[in-house]
């Protein structure tokens, strides 16, 4: 897109951390906010900080996970503002499943997959026909994580296995809007270098009764605390990104049609390499960390 000004976006998971962050630098750039979340207090509280700053955000209660609430949030939108021109399918979980792959719960997976997968195929299923219609400049932003996006952390098979899905989905999205020759741009976004502090490590506060959870847990949810202490002790150091930065670099990204938003970073570099390098060798995986770092 080559300009914002006077444009609408719509940002999944806005009510906090990222989303949050994205919204309000597109209602800095003078665009019309509609922020998504299922956690209506949380969402609630966010639109009516951003509005005593005066930005133009909206708020739209929304479950990703089911096609219809996207959709209403669509019409919502379009009833509002009357086009959409910027997505970006944000809304994530970590689903926290206890021990090995093999001992996770059903649920875990079938929310991850809810959220993190069809969130973005339901915004897709929405938005796109809409901004065919309009015919006019838009973007869609999706959100992946290098975990999964880039290559897995053993430790998190839900996360990096929906993740992974994200990528190429885009991918494809990309070919075909290309295909028709339209005027929306697609990216997938890697939210990084290192970790942001949000909301992520509280997932549960949003998991709903559909997705709940089979058997009471063993042990509680890793903190980002616990996170740090197990970062520490397989001796990496411990560094975050802002929100803000991320949210700059996906303005920069739609203005520039960028479809990788990939911050530059030696260490995703080499994990790039080391993947593709036991792909095209055919040698098996010894590149896998289990946490981050
Ligand atoms: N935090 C990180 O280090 C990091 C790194 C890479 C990628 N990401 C990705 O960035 C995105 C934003 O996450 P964040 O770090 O800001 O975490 P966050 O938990 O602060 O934000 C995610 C938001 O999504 C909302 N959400 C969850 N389920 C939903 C649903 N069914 N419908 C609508 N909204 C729902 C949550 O309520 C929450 O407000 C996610 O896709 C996440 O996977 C985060």
């Known amino acids: 897109m080559k ?3 006077g444009k609408v976006a719509v940002v999944t998971g806005g009510g906090g951390g990222l989303g ?9 750039e003078g665009m019309k906010v509609v922020l998504a979340d299922v956690q209506a207090p949380l969402l609630q509280a966010t639109v009516e900080e951003c509005r005593a700053k005066g930005l133009e955000i909206s708020g739209h ?3 990703v ?13 379009l009833s509002t503002y009357g086009a959409v021109h910027v997505l970006c399918n944000n809304a994530g979980i970590g689903a926290g499943a206890e021990g090995r792959m093999w001992e996770h719960e059903l649920n875990d997976w079938k929310w991850a997959i809810a959220v993190n997968v069809m969130g973005v195929i339901h915004g897709i299923n929405s938005f796109v026909p809409a901004m065919l219609a309009h015919g006019e400049e838009a973007h869609i932003v999706n959100t992946s994580s290098g975990n999964g996006g880039v290559s897995p952390l053993s430790g998190t098979p839900q996360y990096a ?8 989905a885009s991918e494809c999205l990309y070919a075909q809007l290309q295909e028709v020759e339209s005027s929306i741009g697609v990216s997938v976004l890697f939210p990084g270098p290192n970790m942001l502090r949000t909301g992520l490590f509280e997932s549960w506060r949003s998991r709903t009764d559909e997705f709940a959870k089979q058997r009471p847990r063993k042990t509680p949810y890793t903190t980002v605390e616990q996170l740090e202490m197990q970062m520490k002790a397989a001796g990496h150091a411990i560094a975050y990104t802002a929100v803000e930065e991320v949210a700059e670099m996906v303005v920069d990204g739609i203005l520039r049609n960028q479809f990788w938003m990939m911050p530059n970073s030696e260490r995703g570099d080499n994990s790039m390499r080391l993947r593709y390098e036991s792909m095209k060798s055919r040698s098996n995986p010894t590149y896998l960390r289990q946490v981050p770092g």
């Open 161 to 168: 296995a929906t993740k992974a899905a994200v990528v190429t």
């Open 61 to 63: 209660v929304t479950d």
């Open 3 to 5: 300009s914002l000004a």
């Open 65 to 77: 996970t089911n096609q219809e609430s996207v959709d209403a949030l669509r019409d919502f939108t």
């Open 20 to 28: 949050r962050a994205m919204g309000e630098r597109f209602a800095a």
